[in-house]
Nanobody, 128 residues
Framework: QVHLEESGGGLVQTGGSLRLSCAASGSTFSSHAMGWFRQAPGKEREFVAVISWSGGDTYYADSVKGRFTISRENAKNMVYLQMNSLKPEDTAVYYC?????????????????????WGQGTQVTVSS
């Protein structure tokens, strides 16, 4: 079972940047696609970005495309989310999560029920 822990959140001004990190424990990390999701107060959890188990494929929500970059280092059991040109509407708790499927050939998922486990989340606040 993989355990996930996010870090790197904080307070930043509009237009600023943050880099979120997700540290994973467990030997199966490199066999699973990894995703970032976020949840703002009063809203449902939404998909942000996903990266394949190999790191070769990525997919982004339209709202962050061109501003956010997901990456991973399997040798270090780490996943990252580089966030640039931040906007107040990016304010949320950000979660990393592991796709349940092992080295799936069926493409990337952005559907939260396909992901387990989840980290505890890290708060990102963008001030206007």
């Amino acid at each position: 079972q993989v355990h996930l822990e996010e870090s790197g959140g904080g307070l930043v001004q509009t237009g600023g940047s943050l880099r979120l990190s997700c540290a994973a424990s467990g030997s199966t990390f490199s066999s699973h696609a990894m995703g970032w999701f976020r949840q703002a107060p009063g809203k449902e959890r939404e998909f942000v970005a996903v990266i394949s188990w190999s790191g070769g494929d990525t997919y982004y929500a339209d709202s962050v495309k061109g501003r956010f970059t997901i990456s991973r280092e399997n040798a270090k059991n780490m996943v990252y989310l580089q966030m640039n040109s931040l906007k107040p509407e990016d304010t949320a708790v950000y979660y990393c999560a592991s796709d349940r499927r092992v080295k799936t050939p069926f493409g990337l998922s952005y559907y939260p029920p396909d992901f387990d486990p989840w980290g505890q989340g890290t708060q990102v606040t963008v001030s206007s």
